[in-house]
């Protein structure tokens, strides 16, 4: 199956497959958010400027993907999701009103078990918070990438000094919220310095753990960069994981998965570019639970899982799939309305590199 698929069709399968769909099986909803209020130099996953698009972004909101979300209605009523993502871009670019317009327009919203919100926390308040709080999310990503002023110039991103994270991160702790920050490795004006770099994020997840408490910490070596050289790269990655591995001595952190710190060779080859999940107050069985929100993953994970994505703006296309199947993106290139191409099954292959026995 290959090609354009109109809306009523689409609706057709969805309808087959929900009532179709096995036990083992997720039912998973993305919202994309394809808007950015600036564009930090490292990211793959850039919005458009928000500032170029004023008119669109607030259409985007008020309009289009509430319009959206109505077409698929019928779905969200028959099962209600396991799980929902607001991705981005920068979901907090939205106003209050906004994020209450559109939660309210998705049907059954309070009772999805799993809701999962991606924040610039410098586009946060008090009210946004406590919005979030009363529609029951269980999970909150802050976009930290560095507590360094230094390298947060160096790729074009605020500082934190103007507002109360800590105290941020601390409503969403105490009303049950998980909160993961997101660190960077590799992305400072020393990135290729490993004494500077790796010491600098070191740095970053001790005053993390220290000083504000989140539930995880999440750490993204920055891909584009280790691949521009592999022997590099996987030199960079080693040192990496030392690192964590001798912080984790102190601090017991919870791990998804070992693999991801594993110091064998074969494995920093395989995997150089994946990011490291660590549980700062969590174990290691809560941090795999908590980080199950299948809702952006592959098809050919396991379990099966099933994604109906919604939105999507010029290059910010999120894709949908059922199980190992089919997926399809939407297609909406200048915020007049959503088309949907099938395009067959989406496979994700690891790099094999190969001669890197210096490791």
Same mark, same amino acid.
Request: aromatic share 12%.
């Given at each position: 199956?290959?090609?354009?698929?109109?809306?009523?069709?689409?609706?057709?399968?969805?309808?087959?497959?929900?009532?179709?769909?096995?036990?083992?099986?997720?039912?998973?909803?993305?919202?994309?958010?394809?808007?950015?209020?600036?564009?930090?130099?490292?990211?793959?996953?850039?919005?458009?400027?928000?500032?170029?698009?004023?008119?669109?972004?607030?259409?985007?909101?008020?309009?289009?993907?509430?319009?959206?979300?109505?077409?698929?209605?019928?779905?969200?009523?028959?099962?209600?999701?396991?799980?929902?993502?607001?991705?981005?871009?920068?979901?907090?670019?939205?106003?209050?009103?906004?994020?209450?317009?559109?939660?309210?327009?998705?049907?059954?919203?309070?009772?999805?078990?799993?809701?999962?919100?991606?924040?610039?926390?410098? #586009? &946060?308040?008090?009210? =946004?918070?406590?919005? *979030?709080?009363?529609?029951?999310?269980? +999970?909150?990503?802050?976009?930290?990438? $560095?507590?360094?002023?230094?390298?947060?110039?160096?790729?074009?991103?605020?500082?934190?000094?103007?507002?109360?994270?800590?105290?941020?991160?601390?409503?969403?702790?105490?009303?049950?919220?998980?909160?993961?920050?997101?660190?960077?490795?590799?992305?400072?004006?020393?990135?290729?310095?490993?004494?500077?770099?790796?010491?600098?994020?070191?740095?970053?997840?001790?005053?993390?753990?220290?000083?504000?408490?989140?539930?995880?910490?999440?750490?993204?070596?920055?891909?584009?960069?280790?691949?521009?050289?592999?022997?590099?790269?996987?030199?960079?990655?080693?040192?990496?994981?030392?690192?964590?591995?001798?912080?984790?001595?102190?601090?017991?952190?919870?791990?998804?998965?070992?693999? #991801? &710190?594993?110091?064998? =060779?074969?494995?920093? *080859?395989?995997?150089?570019?994946?990011? +490291?999940?660590?549980?700062?107050?969590? $174990?290691?069985?809560?941090?795999?639970?908590?980080?199950?929100?299948?809702?952006?993953?592959?098809?050919?994970?396991?379990?099966?899982?099933?994604?109906?994505?919604?939105?999507?703006?010029?290059?910010?296309?999120?894709?949908?799939?059922?199980?190992?199947?089919?997926?399809?993106?939407?297609?909406?290139?200048?915020?007049?309305?959503?088309?949907?191409?099938?395009?067959?099954?989406?496979?994700?292959?690891?790099?094999?590199?190969?001669?890197?026995?210096?490791?």
């Amino acid at each position: 199956m290959k090609g354009f698929i109109s809306e009523k069709e689409l609706l057709n399968l969805w309808e087959k497959k929900l009532s179709s769909i096995r036990d083992e099986e997720s039912f998973n909803l993305y919202i994309d958010n394809p808007f950015c209020v600036q564009q930090c130099a490292y990211c793959k996953h850039t919005g458009s400027l928000k500032r170029d698009y004023e008119d669109d972004f607030s259409k985007y909101y008020e309009e289009i993907l509430p319009a959206q979300i109505k077409i698929f209605s019928s779905l969200l009523k028959k099962k209600i999701p396991d799980t929902v993502y607001f991705g981005g871009g920068t979901p907090s670019a939205m106003s209050f009103s906004q994020m209450k317009n559109v939660f309210s327009s998705i049907p059954n919203f309070k009772k999805i078990k799993k809701k999962a919100f991606e924040c610039n926390p410098n #586009l &946060l308040n008090k009210e =946004k918070i406590k919005l *979030l709080i009363e529609n029951n999310f269980t +999970y909150v990503s802050f976009g930290i990438q $560095s507590l360094d002023k230094d390298v947060l110039d160096y790729n074009r991103r605020d500082n934190y000094e103007k507002i109360p994270l800590k105290d941020y991160i601390g409503k969403f702790e105490k009303e049950g919220v998980r909160v993961n920050c997101d660190l960077m490795a590799f992305i400072g004006e020393y990135k290729d310095n490993p004494s500077i770099e790796i010491k600098r994020v070191e740095k970053d997840i001790v005053g993390l753990v220290k000083t504000y408490r989140p539930s995880m910490i999440t750490i993204y070596p920055e891909s584009g960069f280790l691949r521009e050289d592999k022997i590099r790269g996987a030199y960079l990655s080693r040192k990496l994981r030392e690192m964590i591995l001798k912080l984790d001595k102190k601090h017991n952190f919870g791990h998804q998965d070992e693999f #991801l &710190l594993s110091l064998n =060779k074969d494995d920093i *080859l395989r995997g150089m570019e994946i990011c +490291y999940h660590l549980g700062v107050s969590l $174990s290691s069985e809560e941090l795999r639970e908590t980080k199950k929100y299948d809702s952006s993953g592959p098809p050919n994970q396991s379990p099966v899982q099933n994604c109906l994505a919604l939105g999507g703006f010029k290059h910010h296309r999120p894709w949908s799939y059922h199980g190992r199947d089919f997926v399809y993106h939407n297609l909406n290139e200048e915020n007049t309305g959503f088309s949907y191409f099938i395009t067959g099954e989406k496979e994700k292959k690891r790099p094999v590199f190969t001669n890197m026995d210096f490791i």
